[in-house]
């Protein structure tokens, strides 16, 4: 029986389509876009072209859209860039507020900066992981520099209530307000006006790995992570990802062309695995009734002393079912940082299981997944854990 | 970050060091007088908990296996069944582990001989890797790949 994967958050496969374009660039074009000579003019040409599409796509300008290696670095980008702009210029130190529940990318380079000196809230969320508002509004002080909350949390699903603070840190023009999209696109709506800065990723969109996006608002300043040519208007050195951007345009596309379609069946697909799960008495569901959360995540944790999200993955996997627990970038903690912020719970925290969906994953994967939790819940409350190592399916 | 080895350096000794196991008896590593094959899980690693199974199929004569673990008592009475108390486990947790053996990473295995020299070391994640780091003298290939954590 081939693996049923259920970790596209991830990662995803290459989309069909996105495939012939990453080995056609990848043959075709591999002069350097930055050279003067025809060639190099050429790729160059294909480069602001697909910037020009990207833009069109997110209703952005062309100069907007910088691209980066990943929403590891696009994140960081717009959060060092934001902060070390703003020291430049003032000599002052900065305040900024993200969540309790950020991605590592973004909680992890605000820590950063927090013990360098700079001002960091860390807000926390309701039961459900969503952000209050009003206690974002409440902890802006007059050295509030970046606000950052990402659009849909990629180890919930929960969607947060980005137009609200989108409105509201519109009013106050000092304030830049960074969204991590990198979970939301293509799954949850999302308009561009109110926001700042915008992260995406490649490979979550069924393009490559090693190519993201950074939307900066024209009047944005930001200093650079690196330097080097005058590549990305100055903002990002080094050589462009020519076969990344190409792919990368294609899988932004098409995720919007397809959005409808695909928002449709996910949802169907994760009401039915969501219902099914919270028929289990056992299980704690971490992610909240939609509309709360998006149509991909369903968190859940088994609240049984010992038992943790290793032992259940381990246990899965014997049933040839591939899921995860917390982000692939948080992987070899303890407890999820995100479920613990939402829970204050260690057992839930450390016994959490991430599903995460796909266009392609069909009806018989999503029953085959029920019965094989069902069948692992029933097998932990009756044998010893670890003997349940042993068996192959 | 510094560039930290992972696990104590081949040709020391190890810990002359006594800890209490499973069944509530004392055990001093160098009173140990066989090779000792000594594993250090997670219950939170994937990879370790992966690794149970595997050990259990580790036959080497002469040879003494020890688990090493932050599980509770709990986990650490079911381990126990479920290595038909074949082998010493010892609770400890992974600031000891960085303590006593160095060690950072998990799943991690040392290997020390009958005058409890280290000889060899690495992440094993099967029991292929583990028989290669037992009759691999002089370090092993995963000491190259795996030995340094970044």
């Known amino acids: ?393 | 970050m510094k560039n930290v080895e992972n696990g104590q350096k081949i040709g020391e000794l190890i810990p002359d060091k006594s800890y209490i196991n499973q069944h509530n008896t004392t055990l001093n590593l160098r009173a140990i007088r066989k090779r000792k094959v000594l594993f250090f899980i997670s219950l939170h690693c994937v990879r370790c908990i992966d690794l149970l199974p595997e050990i259990k199929k580790v036959r080497e004569p002469n040879t003494e296996i020890l688990l090493f673990s932050s599980a509770d008592q709990e986990d650490l009475q079911e381990l126990d069944h479920f290595f038909q108390q074949k082998i010493s486990i010892v609770s400890l947790s992974h600031e000891q582990a960085k303590l006593d053996f160095q060690v950072y990473d998990y799943p991690f295995c040392i290997v020390a001989d009958t005058s409890h020299c280290i000889y060899s070391k690495g992440a094993a994640y099967n029991a292929v890797d583990v028989m290669e780091l037992i009759h691999h003298r002089g370090g092993s290939k995963f000491l190259k790949m795996f030995g340094k954590r970044i």
């Open chain 1, 1 to 393: 029986m081939d693996k049923l994967y259920f970790d596209y958050c991830a990662s995803a496969p290459l989309h069909p389509q996105v495939i012939h374009k990453l080995i056609d660039s990848s043959v075709n074009l591999y002069a350097n876009a930055s050279s003067t000579h025809e060639i190099g003019f050429e790729v160059n040409r294909i480069i602001e072209a697909s910037r020009e599409r990207i833009a069109n796509v997110l209703h952005v300008k062309p100069s907007e859209v910088i691209f980066t290696s990943g929403a590891t670095e696009s994140n960081n980008m717009a959060i060092l860039g934001v902060v070390r702009a703003y020291m430049k210029r003032t000599s002052q130190i900065p305040h900024l507020i993200l969540s309790e529940v950020e991605h590592s990318s973004v909680y992890n380079c605000c820590k950063q900066l927090r013990d360098e000196g700079v001002e960091v809230t860390f807000l926390g969320v309701d039961r459900s992981g969503v952000v209050n508002p009003s206690a974002l509004e409440k902890a802006i002080q007059d050295n509030t520099v970046l606000v950052s909350i990402m659009h849909v949390n990629n180890e919930t699903g929960t969607i947060q209530p980005v137009h609200e603070i989108g409105k509201l840190l519109k009013t106050k023009p000092a304030i830049q307000f960074h969204v991590d999209g990198v979970q939301g696109f293509g799954k949850a709506n999302l308009d561009l006006e109110d926001i700042d800065l915008y992260t995406l990723s490649g490979h979550k969109m069924g393009g490559p790995k090693g190519i993201g996006i950074l939307i900066a608002k024209e009047g944005v300043e930001l200093m650079p992570l690196m330097y080097g040519g005058n590549n990305e208007f100055g903002h990002r050195p080094g050589t462009t990802n020519v076969p990344g951007v190409v792919c990368l345009t294609e899988a932004v596309e098409l995720s919007i062309a397809e959005q409808a379609e695909t928002t449709t069946y996910l949802t169907s697909l994760h009401h039915f695995i969501y219902s099914k799960l919270q028929s289990i008495p056992e299980l704690i569901i971490n992610t909240p009734e939609p509309p709360l959360s998006a149509p991909h995540i369903i968190n859940f944790s088994y609240h049984n002393k010992g038992i943790t999200s290793a032992i259940m993955i381990s246990i899965l996997a014997k049933k040839n079912i591939v899921v995860s627990s917390q982000s692939a970038c948080s992987s070899k903690a303890k407890e999820s940082r995100v479920l613990m912020a939402m829970t204050h719970n260690e057992e839930i925290a450390s016994s959490s299981i991430r599903l995460s969906l796909h266009e392609s994953v069909s009806f018989d994967d999503a029953k085959y997944l029920v019965n094989s939790i069902t069948e692992m819940i029933d097998q932990i409350k009756s044998t010893n854990k670890f003997q349940l190592l042993l068996h192959q399916k």
